[in-house]
């Protein structure tokens, strides 16, 4: 049981980098969420994917893009990495049937911006 | 406009004793609760789910919360503390229908000694 699956675990940027991290799901969920954990913060919403071929901004979206590549995948990608944006990536799915959307995570993503 | 706010960023326990991390909720619509932890450098888990259906609900581990509309609260408690509970533990509201994204606490990290 793979679940949501999250590359790379650790990423280290130079301030103005780019990269993007990957997020892919096996449980063929409709939705698809990114989130950022940072300390004294809880997990803050970045975009999420309420079905595939939709993406809307959350909470915090500046500085971030992001695609739904097809229904199992939904990457994050950073233009111009800045230090503001060192933080744990998490992303989610959830089915959307049923009487309570759940959410599932991956295990996270390590970002530090130097 | 959801909001969620648990009291205490840190709670410190013996083991046996009894466990209660508070969330307090904010919701114009009938919300659904939800109770993730977090053990040091992996994802977030689900612990429990409150979905209207009763307002005790038992999770895993041990743990349960009580809905409580009255005083807007989501409790959660575990009548004897073990050393593996140590670790974060975060409420989150949402609206609970397809594709929308969970409201979070800023979470509450719980400490237990033996």
């Known amino acids: 049981n793979a679940g949501v699956t999250q590359t790379p675990k650790f990423q280290v940027l130079k301030t103005g980098q780019s990269m993007t991290l990957q997020c892919a799901q096996d449980?063929?969920?409709?939705?698809m969420y990114w989130y950022r954990q940072d300390p004294g913060m809880g997990l803050r919403l970045i975009y999420y994917?309420?079905?595939?071929?939709?993406?809307d901004k959350g909470e915090v979206p500046n500085g971030y893009n992001v695609s739904r590549l097809n229904k199992r995948e939904f990457s994050l990608r950073l233009e111009s990495a800045a230090p503001s944006q060192t933080s744990v990536y998490f992303c989610?799915?959830?089915?959307?049937?049923?009487?309570?959307?759940?959410?599932?995570f991956g295990a996270g993503t390590r970002l530090s911006v130097l | 406009a959801q909001s969620v706010t648990q009291l205490g960023s840190h709670v410190s326990v013996s083991e046996g004793a009894l466990v209660l991390l508070r969330c307090n909720y904010s919701?114009?619509?009938?919300?659904?609760l939800f109770w993730y932890v977090q053990y040091p450098n992996q994802g977030l888990q689900l612990l429990l789910k409150?979905?209207?259906?009763?307002?005790l609900v038992k999770g895993i581990n041990g743990f349960e919360a009580e809905f409580k509309k009255s005083e807007t609260s989501f409790h959660l408690t575990k009548p004897s503390a073990h050393m593996s509970d140590a670790a974060e533990y975060f409420c989150?509201?949402?609206?609970?229908?397809?594709?929308?994204?969970?409201?979070f606490g800023k979470g509450t990290t719980l400490s237990v000694s033996s």
């Open positions: 989610a799915s959830s089915g959307g049937q049923g009487s309570i959307d759940i959410q599932y």
């Open positions: 449980m063929n969920h409709n939705s």
């Open positions: 994917s309420a079905s595939e071929g939709t993406t």
């Open positions: 919701s114009s619509v009938p919300p659904y």
């Open positions: 409150y979905t209207s259906a009763a307002t």
């Open positions: 989150a509201v949402s609206e609970g229908q397809a594709g929308t994204a969970l409201i």
